[in-house]
């Protein structure tokens, strides 16, 4: 029976849970999280899921100290960025672990980044970012379309969306679609109000973010206002992609600019990729998405234009990103 740690049982943990009753085999994982409220109700979303041939047995922990086991096969982090480091660091130190699965953003800053790769590589422990769209099929059958030789330009826009913690989501599928993970930051202009997030003691922001590699741009707009759903728009060798995520339809628009073919289709939810990505993990010791190593390459492009930003506005420069 593998051994699974799941720390965090909050919206995004609670999904993590219910996913992990699609595993192809029997676990047992340890739920962990402060608010018996939040354990209660992902034990509650969980159950809600048929039962496979297999077994899931779920044990709950207020905290990492709790856990009765001296070893474990993964461990899947779904805190809130400002604790991750203590508990990451508390679950190395706990048991003798083979894989980890990391919520975004990571970490809040390069400095602690590079201190945490240091430890889980001290420790021999594989570890992955969870910015999912790099196994979803959509994406995976679009950059099975694109040729190494091909110029990608991706835009990203809506209003409000959240482009303090969703945005390392699409400079993650900027690298996977053009294969390139040099990617610069031309130039960040954010909206001089910094937004306080729903989560407290995080912000938020709006405006402008422009990255490049040689082989694509990358737009990100975050407009103020009434929240809007972002639409994505890809552009390659004359080719257009219109994507709507919330609403699951994407156009494909041909060089001829006259011609557009719309179509559906439906993205997974986190419940239905977790099962695959961890049973993929634990057997194999490989995933799909992308190392912890080379997500901190993504993460850095965020923290220099948040951190300028808060500095020219506030004043002060913070040692830490505040953002989740």
């Not at 679950?91 to 945490?116: G, T």
């Not at 975050?222 to 060798?237: C, F, K, W």
Request: net charge negative; charged share 20%.
């Amino acid at each position: 029976m593998a051994g699974i740690i799941l720390a965090g049982a909050g919206q995004i943990g609670s999904r993590h849970l219910q996913g992990l009753k699609h595993l192809p085999f029997d676990a047992q994982v340890w739920l962990v999280d402060p608010s018996d409220d939040n354990l209660s109700i992902a034990v509650l979303r969980a159950n809600e899921i048929e039962e496979s041939t297999n077994i899931l047995k779920i044990r709950c922990a207020n905290t990492i100290h709790e856990i009765d086991t001296e070893e474990a096969d993964l461990a899947i982090i779904a805190t809130n960025s400002d604790v991750r480091p203590l508990v990451v660091s508390s679950v190395a130190d706990k048991v003798k672990l083979r894989y980890m699965l990391l919520e975004k953003v990571v970490y809040q800053s390069s400095a602690i980044f590079k201190e945490q790769l240091k430890l889980l590589n001290e420790k021999g422990i594989l570890s992955w970012v969870n910015c999912p769209r790099r196994v979803y099929p959509f994406y995976k059958q679009l950059k099975d379309n694109i040729d190494g030789e091909d110029f990608v330009s991706v835009k990203v826009s809506g209003s409000c969306w959240n482009l303090g913690c969703n945005a390392i989501h699409f400079i993650d599928l900027f690298a996977y679609l053009t294969g390139n993970n040099k990617i610069r930051l031309k130039n960040a202009n954010l909206d001089r109000e910094i937004i306080s997030s729903k989560r407290q003691g995080f912000r938020e922001f709006t405006g402008t973010l422009n990255y490049c590699s040689d082989a694509g741009n990358l737009e990100l707009v975050a407009l103020p206002g009434s929240y809007q759903p972002p639409e994505i728009e890809i552009n390659v060798s004359g080719n257009t992609w219109k994507i709507s995520e919330i609403n699951g339809t994407v156009t494909r628009i041909g060089k001829d600019g006259t011609s557009a073919e719309v179509s559906s289709f439906r993205f997974p939810y986190q419940s239905e990729l977790t099962g695959y990505i961890a049973g993929k993990i634990i057997n194999s010791g490989k995933c799909d998405l992308t190392s912890l190593e080379e997500s901190f390459i993504y993460h850095s492009l965020l923290f220099e234009p948040f951190l300028n930003h808060i500095k020219e506005v506030e004043g002060v420069m913070p040692v830490n990103c505040p953002i989740t």
